[in-house]
Structure formats: C-alpha cells, structure tokens
C-alpha cells in the first residue's frame, strides 16, 4: 500500500513539471518578451526560460529514477525465483499432509508460473511477502507475555476501574481478593 503511495506521488510530480512548462506556456513567455523589443531583456528571460526547462529536465529524469527504483523494488529476479522455488516447496511439502494440495502448491510456485504471475503485474512482496511478514509479527508478539505492571492498556483500564467503586468491588470479588 505503502508503494503505490509513492507512485500516486510521483505522477503528481510529474504532473506538475509538466504543467509548470508545457509548450504553450513557454510559447506565450518568448512570445512576450519578444513584445517587449528590448533585447537585453528579451535574452535574459530567454535564458531564464532555458534554465526553467533545464531544472524541468534534472527534475523529469530524477522522477524517471524513482519510478525505475520502484519497480526494480518489485521485480523478483529469475535467480530468485529459482531460488525460491527449490528451497520453499520442499519446506511447504513438509508442512503438507494432502498430496492434491502439494502438487497445486508446486504448480503454484513453479518457475514458469512465477516469471508469469510477474510479467503480467503480480507483486509477490507485497501480496505474499507483506502478509506473511504480518503474520509472522503476530505470531512472534503472541508469544510474548504480557507483563500486566507494564502493559499500558491494563494501567488505564485499572486506573478507570479504581474510578468507580462498585466495579472495583465487583474486580476484587472476581478476582478472589478481599474487599
């Protein structure tokens, strides 16, 4: 999601430098200072014209890169692809007892069927990748145990209950403690 945040930016940006210096802008500025007959003056915004569409240039070209860096970002390489593919299914074909669900498993993550899914737009990092690291943070945090003297949410939630008194007598006869 993050990604295509940057490329909505990025065809904002470019948009922009476009806009700033389309032909029929630069066309009606020398227009002008042609009008004004004064040469000296006419040369300087000429060459403030020149410098505009320079920067314009430096700035279509760093966008390009961007854009490039992007989809480079994206792109999984067939070394990778392979590399994937031989060390991941045998992973996933331990994992898997029904045979049918295996083999579309392999078909799935073949070479072939990767460099496929790819060409044609599928971004495996960020359908694939982000949900298992997701899931994988999940996993790890619930492992985790939960200090109560430290858990914020546990501290505001005693510190309401300490408010209110009939709740707290209802906590403490909950809990076993004496009232």
Known sequence: MEESKIFVQLAANLAEVGARNGASIISNKIRASKAKKNDKETIAE??????????????IQRIAQ??????????ITEDDIKYITENLLPVFSEFMTDKVQSDQLKRILSVETLTIMQLIGFNYKQAIGEPLTLLLKK???????????????????????AQDEEATKRYLRLTGQQI
């Open 46 to 59: 000429l060459e403030e014209i020149i410098s505009d569409l320079l920067n314009d240039k430096s700035e």
């Open 66 to 75: 961007a854009y490039e860096q992007e989809l480079v970002s994206q792109k």
């Open 139 to 161: 996993n790890i945090e619930a492992k985790i145990p939960m200090d109560s003297k430290t858990n914020i949410n546990y501290v505001l939630a005693m510190a309401k209950l």
